[in-house]
């Protein structure tokens, strides 16, 4: 069964061989006609003569035309068949990363919650909680390198995870002072329930609730393109 391709493969060879056959053999037996005007410089060559050489050579290139028309699709398919194997590497470090970032996130936004945070009195929830801004941090560079984004946003995330790094390393500061201060855990929490301090912890979270969204519709959108590049060049052309 011919394929689609065969098809215009066979029409524009045809074709074309019957506009050069018009071309050449046009006005064998008349005034007009490239043939005509061959014959006419050499008393060995006919209007006939010439136009079954030039039919004859020209023949082969149309068969040529024909081939890549039928060929062409199958090659590019077979090209992309090579670029297949490291897209869908990249698609499952995209779908990693998502992965992963979201857990980041959720994480980071359950041990900031204010209303459990100051419930414990263990001064390991607030190293705790400084390591997961720092986490979170983290998964922002490591999402940047990995999908299509614009130099300035992809500086703008950096710059976004080493915010979050330093806001980790206030979060610090603020229990090693108040250790420092007080020798009993419940006091070191009554120290930490200081306006600076839930307003500094406010701010952050506002701050990763923002950073979120973006950064995960940008893995998603480059994952789904991935999707369907690899979806139509798994399948061999019509």
């Known amino acids: 069964m011919f394929k689609p391709s065969h098809i215009y493969a066979f029409s524009l060879g045809a074709g074309l061989t019957v506009l050069l056959?018009?071309?050449?053999g046009y006005g064998l037996d008349g005034d007009m006609g490239f043939c005509k005007l061959e014959a006419a410089k050499s008393a060995a060559e006919t209007p006939v003569t010439c136009a079954r050489e030039w039919i004859g050579a020209l023949s082969g290139w149309v068969a040529a035309l024909g081939a890549i028309g039928v060929?062409?699709?199958?090659?590019?398919?077979?090209?992309?068949?090579?670029q297949l194997a490291p897209t869908e590497r990249q698609l499952e470090k995209i779908s990693i990363s998502l992965r992963y970032f979201q857990q980041d996130a959720r994480n980071v936004l359950t041990d900031i919650d204010m209303d459990t945070f100051f419930q414990s009195y263990r001064t390991s929830e607030v190293e705790r909680l400084a390591s997961s801004i720092e986490t979170f941090g983290l998964a922002i560079s490591n999402a940047a390198p990995i999908?299509?984004?614009?130099a300035e946003i992809e500086d703008l995330w950096l710059r976004r995870s080493r915010h979050f790094e330093i806001q980790a390393k206030r979060?610090?500061?603020?229990?090693?002072?108040?250790i420092g201060e007080n020798d009993m855990?419940?006091?070191?929490?009554?120290a930490l329930r200081?306006?600076?301090?839930t307003?500094?912890?406010?701010?952050i979270r506002n701050e990763i609730e923002k950073s979120i969204e973006p950064i995960v519709s940008a893995?998603?959108?480059e994952e789904s393109r991935l999707k369907n590049w690899v979806t139509r060049h798994s399948i061999p052309p019509k």
């Open 21 to 24: 056959m018009l071309f050449i």
């Open 71 to 82: 060929g062409g699709p199958t090659l590019y398919w077979l090209k992309a068949q090579t």
């Open 147 to 150: 999908v299509p984004i614009s």
């Open 171 to 178: 979060i610090r500061t603020f229990l090693t002072v108040a």
């Open 185 to 190: 855990p419940e006091r070191v929490f009554d």
């Open 194 to 197: 200081t306006e600076d301090f």
């Open 199 to 203: 307003q500094h912890i406010t701010t």
């Open 219 to 221: 893995l998603r959108d």
